[in-house]
């Protein structure tokens, strides 16, 4: 017992000088030991994947710990790390020309490099086709691919990240009136109306949003009181203890609180803005870069953000939520918003033209409606009514409710407390009144 306590507790330490042991055994084998291939490009590949490993070992022992420590503060700087080079290969991406950066991804896969033509999710939108006596209900079972479980999955995770069921529909519903609104740059984005809102908004993304609030109020609600591994009596109890080994420490609850103060307001706007920019990333890089969908980078990519995503709206949350603590923007959440605009600058030179191709009239017309709103409704909350109670001395409709409320249930409890008061004392007065009185009556006896 006091072996495997040990060794759990050895996972736990920082291991520096056995992890830079390691690694110079490593390279010393390297110069020393082994000799050289006599291939460029097999050198290459594998310097340029042993300078990342490198990195990567520095990383997980010496950076600087998140906000979440389970299963492991190393396991998320690993991904910390992992983000950097990303971000590193983005820039070096970046400054390539179009046709040289896209034969580099044959460095990767060569099987990349090639344009690869996109699916059309549109075309005939019958969800019954009585044309086709074999299967009326192809076009059901057309779409129901890989992205189907994908979209399930990958809103159930943001669900868990933004721990909000308001700004998860909203996010959800706004993409898909981008994926209307862009269906003329992009193909794939062509999609039947059934598609767009019973499949994707209803079923998978609903679905996974509703899974995702049911797991939110399950970890709210579950005791953090953690015990040693070694101190639960039970089998049962230890294996339980393990598997909660790979849910949150603690639980703080995100309230968001948009129309609080211009400052969050702002900040949640932020955050929808760039959450929709991330997602159109996914689709406008695999098709700037040829890399088709099923192609294990665009998996990896996903897995990648699935990670590094819950730290960065942790670190969004607690720099919105107390400025005076946390004074600085996280390092996670400031490498993805770096990302997710590295990324966007890649598609916009890689492909200037289909970004640049005029968008019909009419979605124009929306879009510039629903702006204005915004900013109509903005300048409203924070500006003209805030302005207006000041001079005219009053209070917003709902303050001036709940104040009345207060007052008047504040009324109500000290006229209990009075009526309360009152019959005591009676009670006390006529208490009184009987002793004198038999006392009375006691002295004139007496006399």
Request: charged residues 20%; contains cysteine; proline residues 5%.
């Amino acid at each position: 017992r006091c072996s495997v306590f040990s060794v759990l507790s050895y996972f736990h330490l920082a291991h520096t000088l056995t992890v830079l042991f390691i690694l110079t055994c490593a390279l010393v084998y390297v110069t020393l030991l082994e000799e050289t291939p006599q291939d460029t490009a097999y050198n290459t590949k594998r310097g340029i994947i042993a300078s990342i490993l490198v990195f990567l070992c520095f990383g997980v022992t010496q950076a600087k710990d998140g906000p979440f420590s389970r299963p492991h503060p190393a396991y998320w700087r690993f991904w910390l790390c992992v983000s950097v080079v990303y971000e590193l290969f983005l820039i070096f991406i970046l400054f390539q020309t179009v046709h040289d950066g896209r034969q580099f991804m044959k460095y990767i896969d060569p099987k990349l490099g090639v344009p690869l033509p996109e699916r059309d999710y549109g075309g005939n939108c019958l969800i019954y086709d009585p044309g086709n006596a074999t299967d009326p209900f192809h076009n059901i079972w057309d779409k129901m691919d890989g992205f189907v479980p994908a979209h399930f999955l990958g809103w159930y995770i943001k669900t868990l990240m933004i721990r909000d069921w308001w700004m998860c529909m909203i996010i959800s519903v706004m993409f898909e009136f981008l994926e209307y609104s862009l269906e003329h740059q992009l193909p794939n984005f062509s999609e039947c109306w059934w598609d767009h809102w019973i499949m994707d908004v209803l079923v998978c993304n609903g679905l996974g949003i509703y899974c995702g609030m049911k797991t939110l109020g399950w970890l709210s609600m579950k005791p953090y009181q953690w015990q040693g591994l070694w101190n639960i009596p039970t089998y049962k109890g230890k294996i339980k203890r393990i598997a909660f080994q790979f849910t949150p420490y603690s639980w703080v609850k995100f309230e968001w609180k948009p129309a609080s103060n211009l400052r969050r307001w702002l900040a949640v706007l932020g955050i929808i803005f760039m959450f929709l920019l991330a997602e159109l990333n996914t689709f406008y890089l695999k098709f700037v870069l040829w890399m088709p969908p099923e192609h294990y980078l665009v998996l990896l990519r996903l897995v990648f953000f699935v990670n590094v995503g819950g730290v960065a709206m942790r670190e969004i949350y607690d720099f919105m939520d107390d400025p005076k603590f946390h004074k600085k923007l996280g390092q996670q959440a400031w490498i993805v918003a770096a990302i997710t605009v590295t990324e966007f600058l890649i598609v916009v030179k890689y492909d200037p033209h289909t970004i640049m191709l005029p968008i019909p009239f009419f979605v124009t017309q929306c879009w510039f409606l629903g702006i204005v709103l915004i900013l109509t409704w903005t300048l409203w909350r924070f500006f003209i009514r805030d302005l207006q109670s000041e001079v005219t001395g009053t209070v917003p409709l709902v303050s001036y409710i709940t104040l009345r409320y207060k007052e008047t249930r504040r009324r109500k409890q000290e006229g209990l407390g009075e009526r309360t008061n009152g019959t005591s004392s009676q009670a006390t007065t006529s208490g009184r009144s009987k002793l004198n009185g038999s006392g009375d009556s006691t002295r004139q006896r007496k006399s």
